[in-house]
């Protein structure tokens, strides 16, 4: 595909995660998972303002009023606007931690996981509804990764990396439920292997290709329809944003890099844009409260 890089953020990071455009702005919500931190890259100055977390990360989404959901190892996360945090309770995970997530157009999270040693199969996929409940929806996964919702919100689409696969479902919006999983997509023979998603308004998904230097397009039903390079070996997700939603910003890794390797190295650990042909879904903010209580506030 033939759209050049326009601009580039050097943030710096180690493993830098979870784009997501706030709406109303014109800055990009994004994770560091090595800090570990959550971060706020204004697109206009350059700046982007980083908050430490106190544990491992997976992903974060926006919230109502300026706080963060964030996915945690200790658990389900709300940051507010003074970065005080307060959590909901937390499935059993013993042995895994939380992974890349998502909300679907009617604001609920969707999150995946995977096992913290590596184990195969221990993955599994979790949504949290915008009352605080917590609730498994699939598993069997070996690192449950990009999630995606076609235009009409009639597909889900997730990715699971170490298989290199992926998956749709049939999704019904109301209920907030899927269904007859089928894979579309065996990423065998594609550089790389898949990572996070988005997905355009035409129901393209654009999928990172962790150590495969670029991102690969795929048609709604599987199809490899594009290949799009990037200026370093392990983008790890992508989203669309910007007024006209085709801003495509990308997520890069440096971790795991040789810096003296200046030509492996690139602009691994940066945020890449690239003007799309094709404008992006909007992906929504979390839809539930600012504050969620804690056992401590009982």
């Given amino acids: 595909m033939d759209m050049p890089l326009i601009a580039s953020w050097p943030v710096r990071a180690g493993l830098a995660e979870c784009p997501h455009w706030i709406a109303g702005t014109n800055a990009l919500l ?43 190892e200790t658990g389900l996360w709300m940051q ?26 009617m604001g609920r999270f969707w999150v ?19 009352d605080g409940r917590v609730e498994a929806m699939a598993g069997g996964f070996d690192v ?11 597909a889900f689409y997730l990715v699971d990396t170490v298989p290199r696969l992926l998956y749709r479902y049939d999704y019904d919006l ?23 998603l988005a997905v355009d308004s035409a129901g393209n998904i654009w999928c990172a290709m962790w150590d495969g230097a670029g991102i690969q397009r795929v048609a709604p039903d599987g199809e490899l329809v594009g290949w799009l390079d990037t200026p370093c070996p392990r983008p790890t997700s992508c ?7 085709r801003l495509l910003l990308v997520t ?11 030509e492996q190295f690139g602009l691994s650990g940066s945020i890449l844009a690239f003007r799309s042909p ?11 409260p600012g504050i969620a209580r804690t056992p401590a506030d009982d």
């Fill in 30 to 72: 994004w994770i560091d998972i090595v800090r570990p931190s959550v971060n706020i890259l204004d697109l206009t100055t350059g700046v982007s303002a980083e908050t430490i977390v106190p544990a491992k990360i997976g992903s974060a989404a926006p919230g109502p009023d300026g706080a963060v959901l964030l996915a945690l």
């Fill in 174 to 196: 109301n209920s907030g439920t899927i269904a007859n999983r089928r894979i579309i997509q065996d990423f065998a023979g594609v550089p790389g292997k898949p990572d996070g």
């Fill in 252 to 262: 890069s890794a440096s971790y795991g890099l040789d810096p003296a390797d200046i």
């Fill in 80 to 105: 507010d606007a003074q970065s005080a945090l307060h959590g909901w309770a937390t499935p059993a995970m013993a042995g895994t931690h939380f992974n890349d997530g998502k909300c679907d157009p």
């Fill in 112 to 130: 995946g996981s995977r096992s913290s040693d590596g184990s195969p199969g221990k993955g599994s996929l979790y949504r949290l509804d915008p």
């Fill in 144 to 154: 449950c990764n990009g999630l995606g919702w076609s235009p009409d919100a009639t």
């Fill in 278 to 288: 094709v404008a992006g879904v909007p992906v929504a903010a979390y839809a539930g």
């Fill in 239 to 245: 989203a669309f944003g910007g007024d006209d939603g």
